[in-house]
């Protein structure tokens, strides 16, 4: 029997993940046996600095590339969100899961039911820092880092009002019931890709055990919302925003553009097929970075 070797992160929401991975290759009817191999990757030893500042996405995904090239992995799961945008062309991204609530949610502490407005909200990357300023005008939001457990412990010592976290990893965790307040994606536009797990593997080798696990929908949105994103530069630490679904044969795009050098954003919306989903992202991201210049010319 053949045996596929999954690279995974080794904290909770990894693990859980992977094991959804390995569960529908089992289940695919092609013969093929699945082991989680975990480790901790850079951005997980490094806990005291925000991402921004020690070098964004790749931090999560380095160790994991290394295991691949090195054959000690078949294949590597990974959150899409936390994938940089540029991937080598020696590790493609194989397959998107099917995707889980998109949604940004708030978490108040445990046995509390209001936001203590004398407390920050934590708060882990700044495009959600910005959007949550349009939400809760009067909030201080502060950073929190670490995996969800860390930051849900962080939250109930007291130490914030609320966090604001993914519904998917929650979700997926089991702790559905920490959820007090779901934000429509129109009221925060999420990262793109969440939601979604990305599965990567060597260029070149049969991966046809994935064919069933592999969603047309995700893929599609995965495409659009990465070239949003990538066309404006936003991989580590812009907080550009894009999210997609998929209506019929046509895709409905998100997105928020951020201007580091004015500190403006526009955010927008734009319907296109979805056969050019990558054609849809770029339009929009030249659409929105084309109304912020305009914005700031008026106001010079
Ligand atoms: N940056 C950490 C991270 N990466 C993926 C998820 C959630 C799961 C997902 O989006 O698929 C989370 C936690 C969070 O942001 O609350």
Redesign the pocket.
Known sequence: MRKIIIGSRESR?AVV?SEMVKKAIENSGNGVEAEICTMKTTGDKILDRTLDKIGGKGLFVKELDKALLDKRTDISVH????MPMEVSEELPLLAFSKR?D?RDVLVLPKGTDTLDKTKPIGC?SLRRILQLKELYPDMECKSVRGN?QTRLAKLDSGEYSGLI??A???K?LGLKNRISRYFEPEEMIP?A?????AVQGRRGEDAGYLTEFASRESLYAATAERAFVRFLDGGCSSPVAAHAVLKGEELFLLGLYYDEKTGNYEKGDKTGSAKDAEELGISLAKELRSRCEKRQEGRA
């Open positions: 929401l993940q959150s899409l969100k936390d889980e998109p882990s969800v976290l993914a998917a990893g929650l997926r990262a890709g969440q939601g979604i797990l």
